[in-house]
């Protein structure tokens, strides 16, 4: 069991979410004051996403990341910011058409989705290990084998620690190639994502064969979707784990109950308390994670 346990909050995301909850955070300055709410109740982490503030469409726009990341510098709050570098790789395939990405698609290069974190230098980026299909329809998000390195090359780097966000086994094995490869900094650090469709599923058998796929040393994390995210808090601390919830991952506190950011990190305070476990402040967190001096 992990009786100091890191606390991330992801804060918004970039699902199709903005519709079903009148509270998410939408605009830069909702996005900043959220996650300082999450970091007051006991996350050390902030793992953002920006969106369009008119429509609350996803969206990678520097300006967006810049007041995001300004408003949470010039508080008073500590709190670790994990900047998502998933954006830029959203293909939509037209069956009529498979050689052209369709109406929808956002596809840059490599470099190109890095380049809030080449302005902003965060602490923390996120690096999704693979290409995979989210949902029944015509989309999948798209990262190749040298697209991840050229990534992880660079953020290596500009000094960013990566958290390599993986979805299904294959992705673990991806990932650790990246750590063989000397494209890793320090101690690799792994989330693990479970219950997104089609990837791992929420559910301890395969949480356990994840682990056993990381290489020795590693630190890692993990989160599931929707109701089973209190659930995996505990499992994920018991098995010697950090935690991630927020809004991204779960919209309601309970059945029923719109949630807060702030409100799902205190209860997960309150899972990890009855545990026996702590949550790790940002400056504990960074000792923990090796990360640079912010």
């Known amino acids: 069991m992990n009786d100091e346990v890191i606390i991330t909050c992801a804060v918004t995301g970039a699902g199709d979410t903005a519709g079903l909850h009148p509270g998410l955070p939408v605009t830069p300055k909702q996005i900043a004051d959220a996650a300082l709410e999450a970091a007051r109740a006991g996350a050390a982490v902030a793992h953002l996403h920006v969106r369009d ?3 609350g469409a996803p969206s990678r726009r520097l300006e967006y990341y810049r007041e995001v990341v300004e408003r949470v510098r010039e508080s008073s709050t500590d709190v670790i910011i994990n900047l998502t570098t998933g954006m830029g790789g959203d293909l939509v395939v ?5 050689a052209v990405a369709a109406p929808g698609s ?3 290069p490599a470099l190109e989705r890095l380049e809030h974190v080449e302005a902003l230098l965060p602490e923390m980026c996120t690096l999704d290990c693979g290409t995979m299909n989210f949902s029944d329809g015509d989309y999948a998000a798209v990262v190749t084998p040298s697209q991840l390195r ?3 090359r660079r953020v290596k780097e500009l000094g960013v620690k990566p958290e390599l966000e993986v979805f299904d086994t294959g992705q673990v094995w991806l990932a650790s190639r990246l750590v063989d490869e000397g494209l ?9 994502c479970l219950g997104i469709r089609y ?3 929420a ?5 356990l064969a994840m682990i056993d796929l990381l290489p020795p040393g590693s630190l890692w994390a993990a989160f599931a979707l929707g109701r089973l995210e209190m659930p995996f808090v505990a499992q994920a601390a018991l098995l010697g784990g950090n935690v991630r919830v927020g809004l991204e991952d779960n919209l309601y506190l309970r059945r029923g109950v719109l949630a807060s950011n702030a409100e799902l990190v205190t209860h997960a305070v309150q899972v990890l308390d009855g545990l026996g476990a702590r949550p790790l402040t940002p400056a504990e967190a960074r000792v923990k994670l090796g990360l640079r001096a912010p």
């Open 203 to 207: 559910d301890t058998r395969t949480m």
């Open 199 to 201: 990837g791992a599923p």
């Open 53 to 55: 503030p008119q429509t």
């Open 106 to 108: 956002d596809m840059v």
């Open 184 to 192: 890793i900094e320090g101690t690799p650090l792994f989330q693990l």
């Open 150 to 152: 050229a990534m992880a």
């Open 94 to 98: 037209d069956d009529a058409h498979p």
